[in-house]
């Protein structure tokens, strides 16, 4: 399918446009709202319960619009494709809707389960009819234009964490060396070689 959009926001913004549908014909307007990939304030790198999507709430904006972010951990290989994308996307929007301050419970899942989301409330995915409006929208919009990011590859790519660092002792009699912590140093003091007592050692400029 030919791409009908160059970068993620111009087809998350397209979407939120195709979904006001999905949410008047069932009493609800969705307000204006500003909508961007980008990874959620809370748990978006997490191994459990990872958080793949965030509204805020407008006054927490400038220009008093909801701001609602889609994780880019998200892409057209996860979570059934586009239409697991525009999932979660209807899932922020009924915070939008409903206002962030519902949480999951009563205005919010009157309107989540209008609209054809289904399962727990805090992790919805859409019903078989909510499913076919979103493959709808999606063949509309057309690809995706966003490469899943993974965050366990880039803490591999990333600088491996250092270990405790063993600082080197040393008898200015005989020579005789040993390794300990800056801990045990601070703590306790330097260690003694076996024949002439109390060792030599130096602490790293870093320390």
């Known amino acids: 399918m030919k791409a009908k959009h160059t970068n993620r926001e111009s087809w998350l913004i397209a979407a939120v446009e195709c979904l006001r549908p999905v949410f008047s014909d069932h009493g609800y307007k969705v307000p204006p709202c500003s909508v961007t990939c980008g990874w ?18 407008p006054k927490a904006a400038a220009d008093k619009r909801a701001a609602v972010f889609i994780s880019p951990v998200l892409a057209a290989e996860t979570v059934a494709g586009e239409c697991g994308v525009l999932a979660v996307l209807v899932h922020e929007l009924v915070h939008a809707v409903v206002g962030v301050e519902c949480g999951h419970k009563g205005a919010f899942k009157q309107c989540a389960t209008a609209v054809g989301l289904v399962g727990k409330m ?10 076919e409006q979103l493959q709808g ?29 063993m ?13 300990t912590t800056k801990k045990w140093l601070e703590d306790v003091g330097a260690p003694h070689c076996p024949q ?5 050692f130096e602490m790293p400029e870093s320390d």
């Open 40 to 57: 959620p304030s809370k748990g978006a790198t997490a191994k459990r319960s990872r958080r793949i999507g965030e509204c805020w709430t």
């Open 137 to 165: 929208v999606a063949d509309e919009l057309g690809p995706y234009p966003h490469g899943v990011m993974n965050p366990a590859d880039a803490e591999k790519s990333g600088p491996k964490k250092q270990g405790t660092r």
């Open 122 to 131: 805090t992790s919805t995915t859409a019903g078989e009819e909510l499913m």
């Open 167 to 179: 600082i080197k002792c040393e008898c200015g009699e005989c020579g005789y060396t040993v390794r």
């Open 196 to 200: 002439h007592g109390a060792m030599a």
